[in-house]
Each structure stands twice: as structure tokens, then as C-alpha cells.
């Protein structure tokens, strides 16, 4: 177990990355304290945010000297300083490895894209060719996690894990691209599951930054 110091995570409401990480740490009663990044006015184009992640993209986490960025890292980090919702063996840790890069690449990168397009929408309208392609590919993860979860309470193990943070990270924002949970009852008994958790909250509620103020909205 790590000792009491205290977690920093830079992070703002909208994110669904940030969402995976701010997540963990509440439910596992880290001692963690928010920095919000104001990423709809420039935030992680910041240089001295960019001193921190090159990448400029949010979380950030800083820990006991340590910077650490992407939320898969993120996850693994924490699940071995706070001793919790990691593998239990290696079978477990390759699992937890194959959902998380999973999700990085199929699930939250097409659901994410889309509701940027959709929701907040920057630089007005986009092409509808995008936005149904991206639909697409955001119906057909979901209906891969939707086939997984039908006799699983849980990714991995019947626990959460990081993998499960991992992938639930943006699906708590359904209207905002798009998908009613009817349609896929595993996948929203299990985004249930894990919001019946002690401590559990609305990434709206739990990080700042929302709702936008005007000149960002």
C-alpha cells in the first residue's frame, strides 16, 4: 500500500478519460485532490500544462514525483500503489491488458469521436458520412461489450477491475451520443452495477468544469 500522500489529478468534467481515473480514486478512498484543466478555452495547449504531457491531453496525474499520463497507465499505476482492482494473477493482468487496449482502440475511441461531433461540435457541422461511420463503429463495440457482460457481471472477474473503469469511462453520457440502454440491457445493468458502488459519481459531479460557460458552450 502507498502511504497517505496525496493523488493530483488534472482533468475536467467533460472528459470521459479523466472520468476512468477520478473514478477509481473516489471509489477507492484515495486521498486525491482535483486540478481542473480548462480544456474548452485552450487548457492542455497551456505550456506549462504541456510541461507536464507533451501529448496535451487530459488526465494528468501527478503522484510522489511522479507524472503519469493516458488513462490506461493511469489505472495500472494506481490499482499497484493503492492495492486495489488490479489482477490477482497473470491470466488476470493479460486479460485487464487485452479489455483496456480494446477499449482504447475500438470502444472509446469511436464513442468518444462522436460525441465530440455531436455534442460539442467546434467548428460546426461535420460531414454526415463521419458521423454515421462513427456511429457505426461505436454500435458495433457496444454490441461486442453487450455479448461479453450477458453472463458477466464484470469485465474480467466477477470484481471490478481497472478494465472496468477502463471501458466505462464515456458511458455515462448515453444522450450525449446517442445510444438508449434498452438497447443493450447488459451493458446498462452493468453500468448500474458499478454507479450502485459506495461513492460513486456522475463524472458531472464529480470533476469541475460543468456545465460549459457560454463563450465555451
Known amino acids: 500500500m502507498t502511504d497517505r500522500s496525496t493523488y493530483r489529478l488534472?482533468?475536467?468534467?467533460?472528459?470521459?478519460?479523466s472520468y476512468k481515473v477520478a473514478l477509481m480514486l473516489e471509489l477507492a478512498g484515495a486521498p486525491w485532490t482535483l486540478v481542473w484543466n480548462d480544456f474548452f478555452n485552450g487548457g492542455t495547449r497551456d505550456p506549462a500544462f504541456k510541461a507536464l504531457n507533451a501529448m496535451a491531453e487530459a488526465p494528468v496525474l501527478e503522484h510522489e514525483g511522479k507524472v503519469l499520463t493516458q488513462s490506461?497507465?493511469?489505472?495500472?499505476?494506481l490499482a499497484g500503489t493503492l492495492g486495489r482492482y488490479g489482477p490477482a494473477n497473470d491470466?488476470?493482468?493479460?486479460?485487464?491488458?487485452?479489455?483496456?487496449?480494446?477499449?482504447?482502440?475500438?470502444?472509446?475511441?469511436?464513442?468518444?469521436?462522436?460525441?465530440?461531433?455531436?455534442q460539442f461540435n467546434p467548428e460546426g457541422t461535420f460531414d454526415p458520412a463521419v458521423i454515421a461511420f462513427l456511429r457505426s463503429r461505436a454500435r458495433g463495440a457496444l454490441k461486442t461489450l453487450e455479448s461479453h457482460l450477458a453472463?458477466?457481471?464484470?469485465?474480467?472477474?466477477?470484481?471490478?477491475?481497472?478494465?472496468?473503469?477502463?471501458?466505462?469511462?464515456?458511458?455515462?453520457?448515453p444522450t450525449e451520443f446517442g445510444v438508449d440502454w434498452k438497447e443493450y440491457p447488459a451493458v446498462g445493468a452493468w453500468t448500474a452495477r458499478i454507479a450502485a458502488e459506495p461513492g460513486w459519481k456522475h463524472p458531472y459531479d464529480l470533476m469541475p468544469g460543468h456545465p460549459l460557460p457560454s463563450k465555451a458552450a
Open 151 to 173: 453472463d458477466r457481471r464484470y469485465v474480467v472477474v466477477d470484481r471490478l477491475t481497472i478494465a472496468d473503469f477502463s471501458l466505462v469511462g464515456y458511458l455515462y453520457f
Open 10 to 17: 488534472h482533468c475536467f468534467a467533460q472528459s470521459g478519460n
Open 91 to 118: 491470466d488476470e493482468r493479460r486479460e485487464i491488458l487485452r479489455w483496456t487496449l480494446w477499449d482504447n482502440h475500438k470502444l472509446t475511441a469511436n464513442i468518444a469521436t462522436l460525441r465530440w461531433m455531436v
Open 72 to 77: 490506461g497507465v493511469i489505472l495500472d499505476y
